[in-house]
Structure formats: C-alpha cells, structure tokens
C-alpha cells in the first residue's frame, strides 16, 4: 500500500487526463519565490507533510497571497508552526483558484463490495449538509449523472446568486474519468477535495491518494 500526498497524488492524476491545479512542492523560501513567479500571483501556500491530513484544520493553508513579500511573512510563519509538528514538512505552492462552487470526490473500498466513488457539495457543504452519492465501480456516465441529479443541494449546480450553472455532463465525464482511474490504477482510497467548478470545467484543487497492494 502506498500513500501519495498531493503533489505526488496530483502528477498521478494528471498522467491520467484529469484536470488539476499546477502544484510545485518547495522546500525553503526561496524555492517558494521562484515557483510563485512562475505561476504568477496570486497564490497559495500549503504544509506537505504525510503526518498532517487535514492541513486547514492545524492552520496549514495560506489562501490568496497576492505579492513576494507578502509570501515571504506568510512562509516564514507556517514554516515555524509547521516544523514544530513535522520537522520534516516540507511546503507546496500553487495558483489560487477563485470559484463558487465547491465539490468533493473521494473513492473508498468497502470490504464486502470493493470500491466505491462518492461525490457530493465540499468545502464548508460537506460537513454542514453531508449531501453526497455513491455508487459502485466502475461506473458509466449515466450513473454520474444520475449521482449529480441525486444530491439534495442539486440547485446550487444550477445556478444561484450570479454564480453561472455547472455543465453537467462535463462533471459527468471528470466522475467517469474518476472511476476509471480507481478500476486502472488499483486505487484503494482517494480523496478530492476541493474539486472547483470553473469557467473550463472542474480543477481538483487538493488530492489524496492511497494505492491497494492488493487487487
């Protein structure tokens, strides 16, 4: 069983067709200030460590930092808090993603049914409302868009407060691609979150992967 974290998990999904948000892993600040310039303001900058999960939940996320020198107060700080958990963390930098919607994807493998693909509403959504479907892989794109129209916060896909509707059969296709690459790649879990729904199409944001020694 291997573990990737998101910048390994992201070049693994990427490999497989899957639209992800260009992510460098960096180890001192200056590295930091170099891929920021490549990719270009603004950015944001994350903990990458395996002992840490949930990166937001111990401060580990620095959202919409918009100038090198505001990157430079913000890596000089998670690095102090980051270190005293992990002193072997190292950080992740990537462009920032400006999106109303958020989404959620994961796979997860059952041991009396094998793998399972879950999708529903993320960011803030998937603790408040736990509106999420699953279904067995592998699926088709039917059952994708039958797991889109089967959430109970479906209108939030369809349009609201200026935000413009989802193209649907677009999700559909990323959770087709999703399911695939579970069944091709003998992923045991995986977790995508969040996916941001863009003017292109979904971008998976943040990701996760865990690969079955197993078949």
């Known amino acids: ?3 990737l974290g998101e910048v390994e998990a992201k070049a693994l999904l990427a490999q497989e067709g899957l639209p992800v948000n260009p992510t460098f892993e960096v180890r001192d600040l200056d590295e930091a200030l170099e891929k920021a310039d490549f990719l270009s303001y603004p950015v944001v900058l994350k903990v990458s460590s395996g002992k840490i999960v949930h990166k937001s939940d111990v401060g580990g996320v620095v959202l ?3 100038s090198a020198q505001e990157l430079e107060g913000a890596f000089r700080s998670l690095e102090k808090k980051m270190k005293a958990l ?3 963390a190292s950080f992740s930098i990537q462009p920032h993603i400006y999106s109303g919607l958020e989404l959620v ?3 997860t493998t059952d041991p009396s049914f094998g793998r399972v693909i879950m999708f529903g509403l993320g960011g803030i959504w998937v603790e408040v409302l736990k509106d999420v479907s699953f279904r067995l892989v592998p699926i088709e794109e039917k059952d ?5 129209e089967g ?3 479906k209108r939030l896909l369809e349009g609201f407060r200026g935000v413009p509707p989802v193209d649907k059969e677009a999700l559909a296709r990323f959770l087709f691609q999703v399911s695939s690459m579970a069944q091709a790649r003998n992923i ?3 977790d995508l979150n969040p996916v941001m729904v863009t003017k292109d199409g979904p971008v998976i944001v943040d990701a996760r992967v865990v690969i ?3 078949d």
């Open 188 to 190: 045991g879990e995986m």
């Open 1 to 3: 069983m291997a573990y």
């Open 86 to 88: 992990d002193p072997q």
């Open 144 to 148: 994708a868009l039958e797991m889109i």
């Open 64 to 66: 919409g930092i918009s």
């Open 105 to 107: 994807v994961g796979i």
């Open 151 to 153: 959430l109970k916060g």
């Open 212 to 214: 079955d020694g197993r």
